[in-house]
C-alpha cells in the first residue's frame, strides 16, 4: 500500500495532545500564523487566530460579490417606478 502525501499549508505544527494540554500556548507559539493540527501524522484542521479568520470570511465574501457583479454585468437594468407597484 502506497502512502499518500498531504500537504501542510502552515509553517506551524501540532498534535491534537499538544493541542488539547494549552490551546493558549500553541496559539501564543504561534505569534499569529495558522497551526496545522495533526492527528497520527494527518492534517486534521486547521488553526487561526480570530482576525485571520475574519480577514479570511472577508475576502470570500468580496471575491462572491464581485462574481456577482461579473455575472449581472450583461443585464439590461429594469427601471421600476412606483406606479408599476
Known amino acids: 500500500m502506497?502512502?499518500?502525501l498531504q500537504s501542510v499549508?502552515?509553517?506551524?505544527?501540532v498534535s491534537v495532545s499538544e493541542?488539547?494540554?494549552?490551546?493558549?500556548?500553541?496559539?501564543?507559539?504561534a505569534d499569529g500564523a495558522p497551526v496545522?493540527?495533526?492527528n497520527h501524522n494527518r492534517v486534521m484542521g486547521y488553526m487561526v487566530p480570530p482576525e485571520t479568520f475574519e480577514a479570511?470570511?472577508?475576502?470570500i465574501d468580496d471575491d462572491v460579490l464581485?462574481?456577482?457583479?461579473?455575472?449581472r454585468a450583461g443585464e439590461v437594468p429594469v427601471r421600476?417606478?412606483?406606479d408599476a407597484l
Not at 9 to 13: C, G, T
Not at 56 to 59: N, S, V, W
Not at 66 to 71: D, H, R
Open 2 to 4: 502506497e502512502a499518500q
Open 9 to 13: 499549508m502552515a509553517d506551524v505544527a
Open 19 to 29: 493541542l488539547k494540554k494549552s490551546p493558549t500556548s500553541v496559539m501564543n507559539r
Open 36 to 38: 496545522a493540527i495533526l
Open 56 to 59: 479570511m470570511m472577508e475576502a
Open 66 to 71: 464581485a462574481a456577482i457583479v461579473k455575472a
Open 80 to 82: 421600476v417606478t412606483l
